[in-house]
């Protein structure tokens, strides 16, 4: 399925097979197709790239479709590498967190820093957390292989792993 090139987001690289790989939905997903292009919410004299998922109902396109800053796309993908390397060592706490201390790190960005936490402001966290890591589990196989693939395309960009101070 083709994706439009029609709306506010003008893709340039697209991906429009991606139903066939989409994780846990690979052959059954309404997100079929991935892009980055021109954002949507491109003002006159200021253009951003964005990157896109594409969802489709059966019928019509869906509002449901995300349109994200490149960087937070990368955001996102630190989350997901800290939240999966906490989730390693995890088991040593009764809770799978620290209870007097929620935070998991601080990573440094554009002279501040991402706070990861565990959210002990939801109410459930307690169950919330135990199927958290369960899935992370079940799934670790389908995320390791496309964090194995995004590092090795890291090394090859030259982005390897460097000295930290």
């Given at each position: 399925?083709?994706?439009?090139?029609?709306?506010?987001?003008k893709p340039v690289v697209v991906s429009e097979n991606y139903e066939?790989?989409?994780?846990?939905?690979?052959?059954?997903?309404?997100?079929?197709?991935?892009?980055?292009?021109?954002?949507?919410?491109?003002?006159?004299?200021?253009?951003?790239?964005?990157?896109?998922?594409?969802?489709?109902?059966?019928?019509?396109?869906?509002?449901?479709?995300?349109?994200?800053?490149?960087?937070?796309?990368?955001?996102?993908?630190?989350?997901?590498?800290?939240?999966?390397?906490?989730?390693?060592?995890?088991?040593?706490?009764?809770?799978?967190?620290?209870?007097?201390?929620?935070?998991?790190?601080?990573?440094?960005?554009?002279?501040?820093?991402?706070?990861?936490?565990?959210?002990?402001?939801?109410?459930?966290?307690?169950?919330?957390?135990?199927?958290?890591?369960?899935?992370?589990?079940?799934?670790?196989?389908?995320?390791?292989?496309?964090?194995?693939?995004?590092?090795?395309?890291?090394?090859?960009?030259?982005?390897?792993?460097?000295?930290?101070?």
């Open positions: 399925m083709k994706i439009p090139t029609t709306l506010k987001h066939s790989i989409d994780g846990r939905q690979a052959g059954n997903s309404d997100a079929k197709g991935l892009s980055l292009g021109l954002a949507q919410w491109n003002d006159r004299g200021r253009v951003d790239i964005s990157a896109k998922v594409w969802r489709y109902t059966g019928e019509k396109w869906s509002r449901q479709s995300e349109e994200l800053p490149l960087h937070r796309v990368i955001d996102l993908a630190i989350l997901v590498c800290r939240a999966k390397q906490y989730f390693t060592d995890a088991y040593r706490y009764p809770k799978l967190y620290d209870e007097t201390d929620p935070r998991i790190d601080r990573i440094g960005l554009q002279g501040d820093a991402m706070t990861v936490d565990i959210c002990t402001e939801n109410k459930m966290i307690d169950e919330d957390i135990k199927l958290f890591a369960d899935v992370l589990a079940r799934d670790d196989e389908m995320i390791s292989e496309r964090l194995h693939r995004l590092a090795d395309m890291l090394g090859e960009m030259g982005y390897g792993r460097r000295h930290r101070d």
